[in-house]
């Protein structure tokens, strides 16, 4: 399997025991970007929150370790979300 197969289906910051979706929960997927792929947990998050998008930290974006990378809800499609750029 290699790791673009690998990353599908995953929830960003899940337990590696437990990497898929949870019955229950509000999800965005994420598009582009190094976090392609992945679901974000959005359950509990404001209408407001999730109409600002994430800095996801992520240690394989344009600036490695301690870098974060944007995504923001795609417009008439909230549940996904686009990615914006990298940030230190």
Do not use: K, N
Request: overall charge positive; hydrophobic content about 30%; glycine content about 18%.
């Amino acid at each position: 399997m290699d790791a673009e197969s690998f990353m599908r289906g995953r929830v960003y910051g899940a337990d590696h025991d437990r990497p898929g979706p949870r019955p229950g929960r509000d999800y965005a997927q994420l598009v582009a970007g190094p976090l392609d792929g992945l679901l974000l947990d959005v359950t509990g998050w404001t209408p407001a929150q999730r109409a600002t998008g994430a800095a996801l930290t992520t240690e394989i974006g344009r600036y490695g370790a301690g870098g974060r990378t944007l995504y923001r809800p795609r417009p008439g499609c909230p549940g996904r979300w686009d990615w914006a750029g990298d940030v230190p």
